[in-house]
């Protein structure tokens, strides 16, 4: 009886195909599946706008410290959990086998093997503004193949650059370029208890897809009062070079004035 109702539904469903081609399935399928997670992905898609985004060679320092580091503590693990214990059991007089240097090695190596696990979990891969809630999407790596994680949200004001003074320079001796900037940019991320970290290098300008939206967007309230503070200074600066002006004329009148 199962088999004749399996029949019956296969007879009409080959003459379909015969009769209409691999077109009419495909059709089907298409709009069963994939009409509504494509319209989702389209509107995520245009309502993020990426400002930073990192090029594939940041991933490789990274990639290589953690790799050099995970090899070293091996290297000094083993050195003190086989190497040395083998060596004292073979002395003459094990009581001159010293265990420090061993113990040093590997603290070393674990130190630095924490560092290197953490600096790609800082490093920022990628910036991105969210139109619809209006909020900053960021990237980092993940270990251990420091590949770009998911995005984390931050609303606007709970992501800034940590130190002013990084601020001021950008704005007063790299005209407000961030791409002017040289080195690593600690950004404050709330809910972290360290730093994000975004490195800049000659070739970030091409990095930096949208300049003044990503400066807006991390110096929140802090823009404005470092270029009225530059304003002031810069008048303060005027009135001085008009006041010696003055003065520098008026010595010179006097002096051509007959006694």
């Known amino acids: 009886m199962a088999s004749t109702r399996i029949s019956t539904f296969l007879v009409p469903l080959s003459c379909l195909t015969d009769k209409y081609g691999a077109s009419v399935l495909h059709s089907v399928g298409r709009s069963l599946f994939s009409s509504t997670p494509t319209r989702n992905n389209e509107v995520t898609?245009?309502?993020t706008k990426?400002?930073?985004?990192?090029?594939?060679a940041k991933a490789v320092f990274p990639?290589?410290?953690l790799a050099f580091t995970t090899m070293h503590t091996g290297y000094w693990s083993w050195y003190l959990l086989d190497f040395m214990p083998a060596l004292k059991e073979s002395a003459l007089d094990p009581a001159s086998i010293d265990f420090t240097v061993g113990y040093l090695g590997l603290g070393l190596s674990v130190?630095?093997?924490f560092g290197s696990m953490l600096y790609p979990k800082s490093l920022v891969s990628e910036i991105s503004r969210n139109d619809s809630?209006?909020?900053l999407e960021v990237k980092t790596f993940t270990l251990p193949f420091v590949l770009t994680s998911k995005s984390t949200k931050y609303q606007i004001g709970d992501l800034v650059f940590d130190s002013p003074n990084d601020v001021t320079k950008i704005l007063t001796l790299h005209h407000g370029k961030i791409s002017g900037y040289h080195g690593h940019l600690a950004l404050h991320a709330e809910g972290k208890f360290n730093n994000l970290l975004l490195n800049i290098k000659e070739n970030s300008e091409e990095e930096i897809v949208d300049n003044q939206t990503l400066l807006k967007c991390l110096t929140p309230g802090q823009t404005k009062s470092i270029l009225v503070e530059k304003v002031?200074?810069?008048k303060v600066d005027t009135?001085?070079?008009k006041s010696l002006k003055i003065k520098k004329k008026r010595g010179a009148v006097l002096r051509r004035k007959p006694k």
């Open 133 to 135: 809630d209006g909020t």
């Open 111 to 113: 130190f630095m093997s």
């Open 63 to 65: 990639r290589s410290l």
């Open 232 to 234: 002031s200074k810069a």
């Open 239 to 241: 009135e001085k070079e």
């Open 50 to 56: 990426v400002l930073y985004k990192a090029n594939s």
């Open 45 to 47: 898609m245009q309502s």
